[in-house]
């Protein structure tokens, strides 16, 4: 794999920006070239978050992803707004726990995964978006499973440390399901 | 007081550009005074502003900044937060302290910024010729007041003192004038307790004097002092607005 | 050198500048840059520092005037419409030969515009920053690494010509993070000047830190000194990167973010075998004319990529002194180009589809 483009998409507080961060600080570790650029203003408050990872071997280019070789769609609104925008051949993530949509494009491959419900009876509410990067880990594998829990053990700060294995259980459940 | 025949050694030998009977080179000299006295010549920072004290920079001997209209406050700040050991003070007329520089003033005495400000308030702005200054009184005529200040189209003058004695950031607020020997002597004692403060790290002080511009009030220079007298002192009360006292706060 | 690790860009102009020596921050909330007070008000009491958040930019500006006139290495950050409110502190920074820096991290315009980025203060920066005749210095950085290793030359070059420099980012660069190696720290940089006004001591004459001239020869003669040095600049001071510029028939000229999206739209030009590089300025004040005009015979057309109507290109076209056509691709109010519609106008230029 030499590039990978991530559009991660869903509601505020969803942790959109954190799922992308993770992502980043894998790709840190292995040393491979990255950027994390979030959607930013008062449409964070509520509305809709995105967040854009780039990995590569060579610098990255731009670092907004317009045509993701994965989109991570966490609500409706996100898959709608995004999937047609998908590169042919690519993936589309779909938390299928809120999303019933079907995607009419068969160049891509859909992913359905019920992750807020997977979440929710194991305890782990709120940690759908560590199931989905359980899955896109499973899909793509950008990087080794080494360097994805360093990504997650650097993404979490030494105050909110508790919330680690959690997380890790969160990522296990994605790659199973 | 005694005569003193030479002058303080904090003023520059240059001669001052104001006007006969303006008060400024009074307030220069006093200021210069108790920089002599306290002995922080070589560590005051004068602060010019924009008015006819624009030229300050050229008359104190200590190390000077010219600062944008209005924003000596805040030039004073940023000398002060890097040199803390620094005496510092800005010298501004009432155009540029309460007019376009109010916000500073308000926020630098506000944050209690540990620097004095000498303020003169001639209700007038005099660089530019006789225009309306925040502080010019109701009915009083100016270039750009010609039928008297009209406080229904052109509000009310603003008395800095009482407005900044509420702020907790102040030290001294003291209003003061310079019309007599008895007065001058106040005068020096308000701005010499403004400079210890600032040593002693009290916080913000300012030193309002009540001033005369008899060129542009169109008066001979005594003419003025006696219009000052009569009309500024009513509505601009010399006296202390606040003063934290010489303890440890 | 540290380890590399990720920062967001604002957060990395705040280490970089700390790192720099700087220990002197005065400003105000504005987005996108906010980061960088942000992380300067938590760092800066940590480390002996100074950081404070002013009443408004004007009052931002003025506090750098004094700090710096103090002779202190200090900065200010900030977003388009607090850098506009900065005109007229910057003009009297740059009028009393005072060095500072100035990063804008710049949102879309004109009035309250919008918040996301944009490139529409080129001219701003780089010609109409305030009254008078003056520059800054101005860097435009492209990654968050750039931006870390840009701080420290911009404070180092504004004290070495003292002058204010500007690090002209934006919203995208600012709220990105990128991995980054943040440079060895230097020791802080609050060394006084001979010119500086910060107590005489008694062992020398007063200082007198101003730019009132009433005299307009002696304001002239001083201004043309101050030109003296800006020539200076401009021989010495140019800086620009190249990419794939050998060969090239079409030159694209872009900075900062817009230069990352024309770099991908260039990459996927050359694999349908279009002849095509970037010329990107890393120096908007001086602007890098030599770099440009050496193109001038080979090329056959530059492209200007912008997030504004078009204001660089004005540049270009003086630095290529009309050898060659130059053409303008731009979007503003806070679009970010895509490169798509870039790799649309090299296609176009190159004189349609293959």
Same mark, same amino acid.
């Given at each position: 794999?030499?590039d ?5 998409a869903?509601?505020?507080g969803?942790?959109?920006l954190f799922t ?6 894998a790709?840190?570790?292995e040393d491979k070239?990255?950027?994390?650029l ?8 509520g509305g ?8 590569s071997?060579k610098?990255?280019?731009s ?6 070789d994965?989109l991570?769609a ?5 898959l709608?707004k995004?999937m047609?925008d998908?590169?042919?051949?690519g993936i589309?993530?779909?938390d299928?726990s809120?999303?019933?949509r079907e995607v009419e494009?068969e ?5 359905r995964?019920?992750a807020s419900r997977i979440?929710e009876e194991n305890?782990?509410?709120?940690a759908a978006?560590m199931v989905?990067l359980g899955?896109?880990?499973k ?6 499973a080494?360097?994805?829990d ?6 979490i ?6 919330l680690?294995e959690? +997380? ?9 399901n | 007081?005694a ?10 030998d240059a001669?001052?550009h ?5 008060t ?5 000299r006093l200021?210069a ?7 922080v010549?070589?560590r005051?920072?004068g602060?010019?502003?924009v008015?006819c004290?624009?030229?300050?920079? +050229?008359?104190?001997n200590?190390?000077m900044?010219?600062?944008?209209h209005g ?6 700040t940023?000398?002060?937060r890097?040199r ?6 800005t010298y501004q007329g009432?155009g540029d ?5 109010m916000?500073?003033?308000?926020h630098?005495a506000?944050r209690?910024? +540990?620097i004095?400000?000498?303020?003169i308030?001639n209700a007038?702005y005099?660089?530019t010729?006789?225009q ?8 009083q005529?100016?270039?750009t007041s010609p039928?008297g ?7 009310n ?9 509420s702020?907790d950031?102040?030290a001294?607020a003291q209003?003061?004038?310079v019309d007599?020997?008895?007065n001058v002597r ?9 400079f210890e403060?600032q040593i002693?790290g009290k916080?913000y002080?300012?030193?309002e004097?009540v001033?005369?511009?008899?060129? +542009?009030?169109?008066?001979s ?5 006696q219009?000052m007298r009569?009309?500024?002192?009513p ?5 202390v ?9 | 050198?540290g380890?590399?690790?990720l920062m967001k860009?604002?957060?990395a102009i705040?280490e ?9 921050f005065?400003?105000?909330p504005?987005t996108?840059q ?10 800066m009491p940590?480390?002996?520092g100074?950081?404070l958040?002013a ?5 931002s500006i003025n506090?750098v005037?004094?700090?710096?006139a ?7 950050s900030t ?6 409110l900065?005109?007229e502190?910057i003009s ?5 030969d005072?060095p500072?820096l100035?990063?804008n991290?710049?949102r ?5 515009g ?11 920066a ?6 008078g005749?003056f520059h ?6 492209s990654?968050?690494?750039e931006?870390?290793?840009m701080?420290?030359t911009?404070?180092?070059l504004g004290d070495k010509?003292r002058m204010p420099?500007?690090?002209l980012?934006?919203?995208?660069l600012?709220?990105?993070?990128e991995?980054?190696?943040?440079p060895d ?7 006084s ?6 107590g005489?001591?008694n062992k020398r004459e ?11 020869r ?5 201004v043309?000194k101050?030109?003296?040095?800006y020539a200076e600049i401009e021989?010495n001071?140019?800086r620009?990167?190249?990419?794939l510029t ?5 030159i694209?000229v ?10 991908s739209?260039i ?6 075998g279009?002849?095509?590089g970037?010329?990107r300025?890393?120096?908007l004040?001086?602007?890098?004319k ?9 090329a ?16 270009i076209?003086?630095a290529v002194e009309c050898k060659?056509?130059?053409e ?7 679009v970010?180009?895509?490169?798509n519609e870039?790799?649309?106008?090299i296609?176009?230029i190159?004189?349609?589809d293959?």
């Amino acid at each position: 794999m030499s590039d990978l483009n991530v559009l991660f998409a869903g509601f505020g507080g969803q942790g959109i920006l954190f799922t992308g961060k993770v992502m980043a600080y894998a790709a840190l570790v292995e040393d491979k070239e990255l950027s994390w650029l979030p959607s930013y203003g008062p449409e964070m408050r509520g509305g809709t978050a995105s967040c854009s990872v780039c990995i590569s071997d060579k610098a990255i280019g731009s670092p907004l992803v317009v045509n993701p070789d994965v989109l991570v769609a966490m609500n409706l609104p996100s898959l709608e707004k995004y999937m047609d925008d998908v590169v042919p051949g690519g993936i589309i993530i779909v938390d299928s726990s809120i999303v019933q949509r079907e995607v009419e494009r068969e160049d891509v491959k859909v992913v359905r995964i019920d992750a807020s419900r997977i979440a929710e009876e194991n305890g782990l509410k709120g940690a759908a978006n560590m199931v989905i990067l359980g899955k896109l880990f499973k899909e793509t594998g950008f990087c080794s499973a080494e360097s994805l829990d360093l990504g997650l053990q650097k993404s979490i700060p030494p105050k909110k440390a508790a919330l680690l294995e959690n +997380n890790r259980k969160a990522i296990a459940l994605g790659i199973e399901n | 007081m005694a005569i003193k025949g030479e002058k303080p050694h904090a003023l520059t030998d240059a001669p001052f550009h104001y006007c006969p009977g303006c008060t400024h080179g009074i307030v220069h000299r006093l200021v210069a005074e108790v920089i002599d006295e306290l002995g922080v010549e070589g560590r005051a920072v004068g602060i010019a502003s924009v008015g006819c004290s624009v030229f300050t920079y +050229n008359y104190f001997n200590c190390d000077m900044v010219q600062a944008p209209h209005g924003r000596a406050p805040a030039v004073a700040t940023g000398v002060k937060r890097a040199r803390p050991d620094n005496v510092v003070f800005t010298y501004q007329g009432d155009g540029d302290l309460a007019a376009i520089g109010m916000g500073e003033t308000v926020h630098a005495a506000s944050r209690g910024e +540990n620097i004095v400000a000498i303020f003169i308030n001639n209700a007038i702005y005099g660089m530019t010729g006789g225009q309306m200054a925040p502080t010019t009184l109701p009915g009083q005529v100016t270039q750009t007041s010609p039928y008297g200040r009209d406080v229904k189209t052109a509000g009310n003058p603003i008395r800095v003192c009482e407005l900044l004695s509420s702020l907790d950031g102040v030290a001294l607020a003291q209003r003061v004038t310079v019309d007599s020997v008895k007065n001058v002597r106040e005068a020096k004692r308000a701005i010499r307790k403004a400079f210890e403060y600032q040593i002693a790290g009290k916080g913000y002080s300012i030193v309002e004097v009540v001033s005369t511009c008899p060129t +542009n009030w169109g008066m001979s220079p005594t003419d003025a002092l006696q219009w000052m007298r009569d009309n500024m002192i009513p509505y601009y009360p010399l006296g202390v607005y606040k003063d934290v006292g010489e303890g440890e706060q | 050198m540290g380890e590399k690790v990720l920062m967001k860009g604002n957060e990395a102009i705040a280490e970089a500048a700390i790192a720099a020596g700087c220990r002197h921050f005065f400003g105000y909330p504005i987005t996108p840059q906010t980061e960088v007070a942000a992380y300067m008000s938590k760092r800066m009491p940590k480390i002996d520092g100074v950081y404070l958040q002013a009443e408004s930019e004007v009052a931002s500006i003025n506090m750098v005037l004094g700090a710096g006139a103090a002779g202190v290495r200090v900065m200010t950050s900030t977003s388009s419409p607090g850098v506009s409110l900065m005109a007229e502190g910057i003009s009297y920074i740059a009028g009393s030969d005072v060095p500072c820096l100035i990063v804008n991290v710049q949102r879309g315009g004109p009035g309250l515009g919008g918040i996301q980025p944009s490139q529409a203060d080129y001219f701003q920066a780089t010609k109409s920053t305030a009254h008078g005749d003056f520059h800054m210095l101005v860097f435009a950085p492209s990654t968050v690494q750039e931006t870390v290793d840009m701080i420290s030359t911009a404070f180092d070059l504004g004290d070495k010509y003292r002058m204010p420099a500007m690090v002209l980012s934006d919203g995208m660069l600012g709220q990105m993070m990128e991995p980054v190696v943040l440079p060895d720290a230097r020791d802080p940089d609050n060394d006084s000047k001979e010119w500086a006004a910060c107590g005489h001591g008694n062992k020398r004459e007063h200082n007198v830190v101003n730019s009132l001239y009433i005299d307009p020869r002696e304001l002239e003669t001083l201004v043309r000194k101050r030109y003296e040095r800006y020539a200076e600049i401009e021989e010495n001071e140019q800086r620009a990167e190249e990419y794939l510029t050998d060969d090239a028939d079409i030159i694209v000229v872009a900075y900062g973010s817009s230069s990352r999206v024309s770099r991908s739209a260039i990459d996927m030009a050359r694999k349908q075998g279009i002849k095509v590089g970037m010329v990107r300025p890393i120096t908007l004040w001086p602007f890098p004319k030599k770099a440009l005009l050496k193109h001038a015979d080979h090329a056959k057309a530059f492209l200007s990529v912008e997030m504004s109507m078009g204001q660089m290109v004005e540049d270009i076209k003086l630095a290529v002194e009309c050898k060659v056509p130059v053409e303008f691709y731009g979007r503003t109010g806070g679009v970010i180009p895509t490169p798509n519609e870039v790799l649309e106008q090299i296609i176009r230029i190159n004189g349609g589809d293959q």
